[in-house]
């Protein structure tokens, strides 16, 4: 996975005085980087590049270039094993990854990967949760925010919020995204998409939720509302549940990327990945679909 960093000059005053920093940062060990999905129903998919350093200049086609295309991924649950096939999939960037077309992912069991490049193996195991079934969900417009903008005001803005109950045994992590149908083409996730049930173990708990937006469109600060949904969307809501170590990879690059930058205090991303970085996650899936009402439906009340 690719981070996309905002570094900003830091300017230190003292009596007056200024002094130039230089941070010499070196050039980091070359490891390849693995983001692989096993989710309930579904075949398995990886993405599969090549770590960079700190500073170095980020762009669409500098991604691209730092992609593994001549991988050989293989994935195991014990009884069956398949080679992924390399393929160009349009919708969700990096655009190449390798997919499954044998395995589905069930709930309950253990799926191992190997990556083969060149002499270098990679290998890591997750296995699916049993997913956590939602009580409800639904959309809550927020009638009192205005943005000055008199067709999406018309509409209205608000939050998802979904109900559940979780188990009664203490260590059940979750992810969630959402997608608006006609608008999203794939499932985003939401900033601090990740939790865990520490505080809520066996309890009745609601939360809400923003929509989630492509990472690799940045939101002006005068379309702010973007993050919100409006009446009218058709939310589809995917939440997952996920084992320990998937949770602090996702935990901990969210972390990571809200850090501040490199005078910040340094957050290591978890891994899961034998002689790599990134995460091989399993996923148990709930999904539920709310239509948004309009803010005169809500103002009707």
């Known amino acids: ?4 960093f905002y570094i900003f000059s830091t300017l230190i005053l003292f009596v007056s005085c200024e002094k130039d920093i230089t941070v010499d940062l070196p050039q980091p060990e070359e ?20 770590n960079s350093a700190y500073f170095e200049e ?20 014990g009884f069956t094993t398949e080679v992924l096939e390399l393929i160009y999939d349009s919708l969700q960037f990096p655009y190449y990854k390798y997919v499954g077309s044998t395995i589905i992912g069930e709930a309950g069991k253990k799926y191992d990967l190997t ?3 060149g002499s270098e193996v990679l290998t890591a195991s997750t296995f699916i949760p049993n997913p956590v079934q939602l009580d409800s969900i639904k959309y809550i417009c927020e009638t009192d925010y205005e943005i000055g903008n008199d067709t999406i005001d018309s509409l209205g803005l608000g939050f998802l919020w979904f109900y559940f109950t979780d188990p009664d045994t203490l260590g059940n992590y979750y992810k969630m995204y959402t997608k608006v149908l006609g608008e999203d083409s794939i499932f985003y996730p939401p900033f601090a998409s990740v939790s865990e049930d520490k505080i809520i173990n066996n309890q009745f708990v609601e939360f809400s939720t923003y929509r989630g937006q492509d990472p690799l469109i940045e939101i002006p600060d005068d379309e702010y509302y973007k993050w919100f949904f409006k009446g ?5 809501f995917k939440f997952q ?21 490199p005078f910040s205090t340094p957050i290591t991303v978890r891994t899961n990945i034998d002689g790599g970085l990134g995460i091989w996650g399993g996923y148990g899936v709930f999904i539920d679909t709310t239509i948004a009402k309009l803010k005169n439906d809500f103002l009707a009340k």
């Open 1 to 4: 996975m690719k981070k996309i």
């Open 241 to 261: 549940t996920i084992d320990v170590r998937t949770y602090q990879f996702w935990y901990t690059l969210e972390m990571d990327n809200s850090s501040g930058g």
């Open 115 to 117: 990556i083969k490049i």
């Open 31 to 50: 490891k390849y980087v693995v983001e692989g999905y096993i989710e309930q129903y579904q075949h398995p998919y990886v993405f599969i590049s090549k």
């Open 58 to 77: 980020i762009s669409l086609s500098s991604i691209m270039e730092k992609m593994v295309l001549d991988a050989e991924v293989t994935v195991s649950d």
């Open 232 to 236: 009218g969307d058709t939310i589809i």
